[in-house]
């Protein structure tokens, strides 16, 4: 069983920057394919980055390509998210998930375990 645990989160202004941290324990943490999905109110869930157990491979979605970034700290079972130029329509909560499924560096679903999630708010 993996454990996964999100902070981060706030209240920003549009333009603004934010940093999510996700903290993993159960697993070898480089064993797994890390990923960040995100949900508004309302919507679906949506896929926003991936990345590969080496850290070497990313895969974004096209609402935050050039935006956001992806990146891990094996040497301290944690994964990252940083947010700039964050809009009003990033608004949602943001869940880390951990995936052990082989045959491609990433992913985008599914996913085998996740987090409680973290509210991001972006005022316009």
């Known amino acids: 069983q993996v454990q996964l645990v999100e902070s981060g989160g706030g209240s920003v202004q549009a333009g603004d920057s934010l940093r999510l941290s996700c903290t993993a324990s159960?697993?070898?943490?480089?064993?797994?394919?890390m990923g960040w999905f995100r949900q508004a109110p309302g919507k679906e869930r949506e896929f926003v980055a991936a990345?590969?157990?080496?850290?070497?491979?990313?895969d974004y979605g096209d609402s935050v390509k050039g935006r956001f970034t992806i990146s891990r700290d094996n040497s301290k079972n944690t994964m990252y998210l940083q947010m700039n130029s964050l809009k009003s329509e990033d608004t949602a909560v943001y869940y880390c998930?951990?995936?052990?499924?082989?045959?491609?560096?990433?992913?985008?679903?599914?996913?085998?375990?996740w987090g409680q999630g973290t509210q991001v708010t972006v005022s316009s």
């Open positions: 990345i590969s157990r080496g850290g070497g491979s990313t």
């Open positions: 998930e951990a995936g052990s499924r082989y045959g491609a560096l990433v992913y985008r679903t599914p996913y085998d375990y």
């Open positions: 159960g697993r070898t943490f480089s064993s797994l394919v």
